[in-house]
């Protein structure tokens, strides 16, 4: 079965620090692997995508992520973080082969910036 | 920008009874989806629905729960008998094809208390 890990269940940085959030994934076939993000209060929005391709996927806001199949991990990074990305991030995976849009989430890290 | 709303925004209810989420998809998307997050949880995927008719649902999807859609524009969730662990934020979510190029919209959610 499809089961995705994040690392880090709380993040606390200062603005401008660097951030990566870990994120593995159990699936043996072709997958999609997605990161959303959750700012207080809102609904979860797509930051960004990997379907095929080169794996290091750029995203909205600075963010970006690189798919290493040998370690089935799709980590988010970000250079400098700023006090606005303060929300929950989540890493989502579905089947490549699947026509159903299912996705399998990851379990969210709460990410705190410090102004 | 199209949005997915979901009314209401908290839906408190009594153990035993039968509690509807409503759901607005954005209006030219095809595939609509129900996930749910346990306080605390992973966001967990229960249903997707297409044609007017259930093309994916996990275990937790048992006959206690259904989905509709009434008319042209509402998706709905209808729990029949609401039990305790009921109590979860409720997401909607749709995509206007599946696959790679159709990312999941997701509205804000219903926060559902089972008491």
């Known amino acids: 079965a499809q089961s995705v890990s994040q690392h880090n269940h709380h993040v606390i940085l200062s603005e401008a620090a660097s951030l990566e959030l870990g994120c593995n994934y159990s699936?043996?076939?072709?997958?999609?692997l997605f990161w959303y993000v959750q700012y207080p209060g809102q609904h979860l929005q797509l930051l960004l995508k990997?379907?095929?391709?080169?794996?290091l996927v750029k995203g909205i806001k600075g963010f970006e992520a690189e798919f290493i199949k040998s370690k089935f991990s799709f980590n988010l990074r970000k250079p400098s973080v700023q006090w606005s990305d303060t929300a929950e991030y989540f890493c989502?995976?579905?089947?490549?082969?699947?026509?159903?849009?299912?996705?399998?989430f990851g379990q969210g890290t709460t990410l705190q910036v410090k102004p | 920008e199209p949005e997915v709303t979901q009314t209401p925004s908290h839906q408190v209810t009594q153990m035993g009874q039968e509690v509807i989420l409503r759901c607005v998809p954005i209006s030219n998307h095809l595939y609509f989806y129900w996930y749910r997050q346990i306080l605390g949880q992973k966001v967990e995927f229960l249903v997707s629905f297409y044609n007017n008719e259930i093309s994916e649902k996990s275990e937790i999807f048992d006959d206690q729960f259904s989905v509709e859609r009434p008319d042209g524009s509402n998706f709905t969730l209808k729990i029949r008998s609401t039990k305790l662990e009921d109590s979860a934020m409720y997401f909607c979510?749709?995509?206007?094809?599946?696959?790679?190029?159709?990312?999941?919209?997701f509205g804000n959610g219903t926060r559902l208390t089972v008491t």
């Open positions: 989502a995976v579905s089947s490549g082969s699947s026509n159903t849009g299912k996705l399998i």
């Open positions: 979510a749709s995509s206007e094809i599946t696959g790679q190029s159709s990312p999941l919209h």
């Open positions: 990997y379907f095929s391709g080169d794996p």
């Open positions: 699936y043996g076939g072709t997958v999609n």
